[in-house]
């Protein structure tokens, strides 16, 4: 069982297989949850959690937990050592400028010659270090590409003392 901030990983009753329900706080204190609203995607739980902060409900008593949780990678294009170089360069760019302003706050004359010199800088070695580290690859990922996490569905889960106002104000939503 690991902890992340404020939410606590679920395990399974022993002997039964069935997950416990989500506990809330800040390892200190143990609160019951209660489920109170499924909704098909997360826009709509979030949604119903500003409906309640609307409503002066306490917010903080509300948890969405996603059931039926899935990685979507979605392929954008190939990458090849050309667009590979190119981003190492954008990146560099903004690195050099950044450094080339710090250094040119303390130059007493032509600190735009400075800002300049580390904008070029950056983008040479950039480029040059993007190509490096696609080539080294090898061929073992030349491509790229945009994670997303998904559920099948949102739940929210308020403190047990909480759930029936929580459901009422939600059904007061229609």
């Known amino acids: 069982m690991s902890n992340r901030g404020d939410i606590r990983t679920s395990m399974p009753f022993p002997g039964t297989g069935r997950p416990q329900m989500p506990m809330a706080g800040s390892g200190t204190e143990n609160r019951p949850m209660v489920a109170v609203a499924t909704y098909p995607d997360y826009l709509s739980a979030q949604r119903a959690v500003d409906l309640l902060s609307d409503r002066k409900f306490p917010v903080d008593r509300v948890t969405i937990v996603g ?13 090849t050592v050309g667009k590979a170089a190119l981003a190492g360069a954008g990146s560099g760019l903004w690195f ?14 032509a600190w735009w010659k400075v800002v300049l010199l580390g904008a070029v800088a950056g983008l040479a070695w950039g480029a040059a270090f993007g190509a490096i580290a696609h080539a080294a690859t090898g061929g073992q990922r030349d491509f790229t590409s945009a994670s997303a996490i998904q559920a099948d569905t949102y739940t929210l889960m308020v403190d047990a003392e909480h759930a029936d106002q929580a459901r009422q104000l939600l059904a007061g939503a229609g």
């Open 67 to 79: 059931t039926g949780v899935r990685l979507v990678e979605r392929v954008l294009g190939r990458m």
């Open 96 to 109: 050099g400028l950044l450094i080339g302003f710090l250094l040119g706050i303390f130059a007493v004359d």
